[in-house]
């Protein structure tokens, strides 16, 4: 993943784990068996990131639109089967509104392109769960700057009349001159 893949899902991160208490955790770390009390849960990944030439991939630095794949992954559990879908869309139409309507989240994009979301109700014993997950794509670029290690300023040229003694003035000329980060 590139930096700016993983910027985009910390961004997410921090703008969903204010939630008012939707989400009792927000990780992106897979967790494998949540106790109770961690649920209702949602866990963000950086999925797949595709990147594609922008423009003449032959010409300048290396530059790309990068396609990026996040996965919101969503668990709640209920007493009854009846009882999962309900808490599971409502928190799923949080997120999806919470991002799509920032600001401060839109800024690391520069757009989503599309997504999809599907949902499961699994039992365990007695107890039901119900898991959604959406996928969204979300695009950005890239620029890739050469390093160069005799990078080129310029050329200051110092110049007297020919003949004449160093009480002579100089004729001072920089040329190509680029100013230094």
Do not use: C
């Not at 003449?56 to 879908?85: M, W």
């Not at 670029?141 to 110092?158: C, F, H, Q």
């Amino acid at each position: 993943m590139t930096p700016e893949a993983i910027e985009i899902r910390d961004a997410a991160v921090a703008l969903l784990a204010d939630n008012g208490g939707l989400f009792k955790l927000v990780s992106i770390v897979p967790v494998d068996v949540e106790p109770d009390d961690q649920l209702p849960s949602l866990m963000v990944m950086a999925w797949r990131e595709q990147a594609k030439a922008d423009g003449d991939a032959f010409s300048g630095e290396p530059h790309f639109v990068n396609d990026l794949t996040l996965v919101f992954a969503f668990k709640v559990k209920a007493n009854a089967r009846e009882a999962t879908a309900a808490p599971l869309y409502k928190r799923m139409r949080w997120v999806l509104n919470k991002l799509l309507t920032s600001p401060a989240w839109l800024a690391h994009i520069e757009g989503v392109t599309s997504y999809s979301s599907s949902v499961s109700i699994p039992r365990d014993g007695e107890t039901w769960f119900a898991q959604g997950t959406i996928e969204m794509q979300v695009q950005f670029s890239t620029r890739w700057e050469p390093v160069v290690p005799d990078d080129y300023l310029g050329t200051d040229l110092v110049a007297r009349p020919f003949g004449h003694d160093a009480n002579t003035p100089e004729i001072r000329v920089t040329l190509d001159q680029v100013q230094p980060d």
